[in-house]
């Protein structure tokens, strides 16, 4: 079967970093996303790795291993703004749609 | 610089009525993606559309569910008969034309939130 799996819940304190970890079994691969989504909002595009390594973009950054099927978004001095729940989601095709897990909520606390 | 427009936001409809979700992607986005999120559940993949074509619609249930992306106008999710467990929210995402890696972003529209009574 095909999985992408990501903790359920994490909390932090503003100021400090989080890591949260995804992990990915699909019938290919051909890009992972992660997301921010915020309740009864739209998700958000933060980052894109396809190569592996690492992608930075101001206090967000990615990482990706495609041997290992493993991917982490690293948040960098957490904001009470940073809470929200965060969607890794794999491209498995070069058709474009994509698997979603089923997100982590990252609850940064004052 | 609109983003993906989705309308309505909220819609509510009673057991056995049908439900029209409308999608409005990017400016210069010819892709089309209908994913559905159930309360406390990831977003699940339903169908792909360009103008004209259905691409992809392994995610679609195989009744009571259709998609189109006509040459003028939206894209429309439609829902016949609907029943309680397709209360959800139902996301539409754009893409742009792909390259030939079809390495493209999905930007999401802000939803609309479909309870049934």
């Known amino acids: 079967g095909q999985n992408i799996d990501q903790p359920t819940e994490m909390t932090a304190t503003e100021g400090a970093i989080v890591q949260i970890n995804c992990t990915y079994q699909?019938?290919?691969?051909?890009?992972l996303f992660w997301y921010q989504q915020h309740a009864g909002e739209a998700p958000t595009f933060l980052s894109y790795?396809?190569?592996?390594g690492l992608e930075e973009k101001g206090r967000f950054s990615s990482f990706l291993s495609r041997s290992k099927g493993y991917s982490y978004l690293l948040l960098k001095e957490l904001q009470m703004k940073d809470s929200a729940s965060y969607l890794c989601?794999?491209?498995?095709?070069?058709?474009?749609?994509?698997?979603f897990g089923a997100g982590t909520q990252v609850v940064v606390t004052p | 610089n609109a983003g993906v427009m989705q309308n309505p936001r909220h819609l509510v409809r009673r057991r056995g009525q049908e439900a029209r979700l409308r999608c409005s992607p990017m400016k210069g986005h010819s892709h089309v993606y209908w994913y559905r999120q159930l309360p406390e559940e990831g977003l699940k993949f339903m169908v792909y559309l360009q103008k004209e074509n259905i691409i992809d619609e392994s995610g679609m249930p195989k009744e009571r569910f259709s998609a189109e992306f006509p040459k003028e106008g939206p894209s429309i999710l439609r829902i016949q008969q609907v029943v309680r467990g397709d209360s959800a929210a139902y996301f539409c995402a754009s893409s742009p034309q792909h390259n030939a890696a079809g390495q493209e972003t999905q930007y999401f529209g802000p939803g609309t939130r479909l309870l049934v009574l």
């Open positions: 989601a794999v491209r498995a095709d070069s058709w474009g749609k994509l698997q």
């Open positions: 790795n396809v190569l592996d």
């Open positions: 699909t019938s290919g691969f051909n890009g």
